[in-house]
């Protein structure tokens, strides 16, 4: 169990574009979802933590409007990069945690995003 | 706030031999949580293992320990018998005990010889 799917693995786009990320909670009710941010050779960057039905929140230095966190359900949060940039380019993490489960996090498998 | 320090950017060791990952925390906090995570090429996060702070028995799974010194805080992982698919980036976390979020350091790269 504990299932966290993230969608896409890989994705290159366009400067200017927006591209939109999917992290899924399989097999239980994900109350709160974290995206993290990781750069080469370094440790994952907590941008947001989302709850569902209420508004992200992000961590300094992160652009709100940049990145758009929607979670919209207990499976499912989104984060879109809005009009991408090649400084945008990174590897992108959700995890979500189990209300039930508070000191467990679950990963998804990360998105690496390239903006050309 | 809480912070997590690993002190050895990268560690190599022998196939088969015994190799101790550092980790050291700070927290004002008396319930917490302690993970070590691995994350190999792939950067999938992998759970190694981890420790609730109120239990004084270091927990163990199989060829993986780890040394839960509180007082000290201090979370050391030992691997035993060394594989060569032990070889990653290894990341030690904190969690308190309201479900916020992980707190990691900034990782150890495992190298594994054969």
């Known amino acids: 169990g504990a299932v966290v799917s993230q969608h896409p693995s890989r994705v290159i786009c366009k400067s200017g574009t927006s591209v939109k990320i999917e992290c899924r909670s399989l097999d239980f009710q994900a109350t709160t979802m974290f995206w993290y941010r990781q750069f080469p050779k370094q440790s994952l960057m907590l941008m947001a933590t989302?709850?569902?039905?209420?508004?992200?929140?992000?961590e300094q230095g992160v652009e709100k409007d940049k990145f758009l966190i929607n979670h919209a359900s207990l499976t499912l949060s989104t984060l879109t990069v809005t009009s991408a940039h090649p400084e945008d380019s990174s590897f992108y993490i959700c995890?979500?945690?189990?209300?039930?489960?508070?000191?467990?996090?679950?990963f998804g498998q990360g998105t690496r995003l390239t903006v050309v | 706030a809480q912070t997590v320090t690993q002190s050895q950017p990268e560690m190599s060791v022998q196939e088969a031999e015994t190799v101790t990952l550092s980790c050291t925390y700070d927290?004002?906090?008396?319930?917490?949580?302690l993970f070590w995570y691995k994350q190999p090429p792939s950067r999938q996060m992998i759970l190694v293992i981890r420790?609730?702070?109120?239990?004084?028995q270091n927990a163990t799974e199989n060829r993986f320990s780890v040394n839960f010194q509180k007082a000290a805080k201090s979370f050391s992982l030992k691997i035993s018998d060394s594989q060569l698919g032990d070889a990653a980036m290894y990341f030690c976390?904190?969690?308190?005990?309201?479900?916020?979020?992980?707190?990691f350091g900034g990782g150890t790269r495992l190298m594994v010889k054969p």
């Open positions: 976390a904190y969690n308190n005990n309201a479900g916020n979020m992980l707190t």
């Open positions: 989302s709850n569902e039905g209420s508004k992200a929140t992000y």
């Open positions: 995890s979500a945690r189990d209300g039930f489960r508070l000191a467990e996090a679950f």
């Open positions: 927290t004002s906090e008396s319930d917490y949580y």
């Open positions: 420790q609730e702070a109120y239990k004084q």
